[in-house]
């Protein structure tokens, strides 16, 4: 089923401009991660860690942090309010409000802020309660060997809009796209819950137009996660529970008051 709104989605400019090849095949992997956070990132001292870690592995990474949740004196935001003074460097210039189902305006603030550095190869998206279970250099591997987009997809269970997960990694290629429309993607790619919406399909109208090969979107899952809506699934790839190599986990998990934690495969 095909409403009127995907219709002119699969006819729009994004869709239909034809496909660069996938300049980060052989490049460098350098990701910035795009986390984001009421008002403290959980569980400091692990993810401080694992940093070290990385650095100490000879990586180079990006940390933004958006704090929908921090203190604005008078509506004003400053970036010094956050508390957490060991992250302060890596919060986001500019604030943005956000809620459950509302965060595009957030992600895409922080997304193009993260996309202003040229050596950024992918954007990864992260919540607050979510904790590392692989090293760095596991997700950099992963990338190198595959650098396509990866996507917690559900094609089939709400319909008919396709929806994906909201924590994903994004080549920059994809991200150019939607920073060269922009416009067309805050107006027209938004729909019910913005953030598991606006971003998945139209890559996947790109990749049915243009072919896996040439844009392709792969359906992993970059987080250990279960979502449910009551007794089901509300995604399919949540009754899998084949795999561990994903390498986040949040601490909950939560739609519709049930936490789940399951397993999926990905990065």
């Known amino acids: 089923m095909t409403t009127r709104k995907m219709g002119n989605l699969k006819a729009s400019e994004f869709v239909q401009q034809p496909p660069k090849p996938i300049e980060e095949v052989n490049k460098t992997v350098k990701v910035a991660f795009l986390m984001f956070v ?7 001292k692990l993810w401080k860690q694992w940093m ?14 958006h704090a929908y949740g921090i203190f604005r004196p008078f509506g004003v935001y400053n970036a010094s309010e ?3 003074k060991e992250f302060r460097k890596y919060m986001s210039k500019g604030w943005s409000w956000s809620n459950w189902c509302m965060m595009w305006d957030a992600e895409f603030l922080v997304f193009k802020e993260a996309f202003q550095d040229p050596n950024v190869t992918h954007f ?3 919540s607050a309660d979510t904790i590392p279970v692989k090293p760095m250099r596991y997700i950099y591997q992963a990338l190198e060997d595959d650098p396509v987009t990866r996507m ?7 319909k008919p809009w396709p929806r994906a997960e909201t924590w994903w990694a994004m080549r920059r290629g994809d991200a150019e796209l939607f920073i060269q429309h922009e416009d067309q993607a805050r107006e ?8 598991e919406e606006a971003w998945y399909y139209p890559l996947r109208a790109r990749m049915e137009r243009w072919g896996r090969e040439a844009a ?3 359906n992993e899952c970059i987080t250990l996660t279960d979502w449910a809506d009551g007794n089901q699934s509300c995604k399919q790839w949540a009754d899998m529970a084949s795999g561990a190599d ?9 739609r519709s008051g049930q936490n789940r934690i399951g397993t999926t495969r990905s990065l």
């Open 152 to 158: 917690c997809a559900d094609d089939y269970v709400y």
């Open 216 to 218: 392709p979107v792969k």
């Open 246 to 254: 994903a390498p986040w986990t949040p601490k909950t998990t939560r």
């Open 38 to 44: 009421n008002k403290r990132v959980e569980n400091p």
């Open 52 to 65: 070290h870690d990385a650095r100490e592995n000879g990586l180079d990474f990006k940390l933004h942090i």
């Open 82 to 84: 956050f508390h957490q």
């Open 124 to 126: 990864i998206t992260l």
């Open 188 to 195: 027209k790619f938004r729909c019910e819950c913005s953030e």
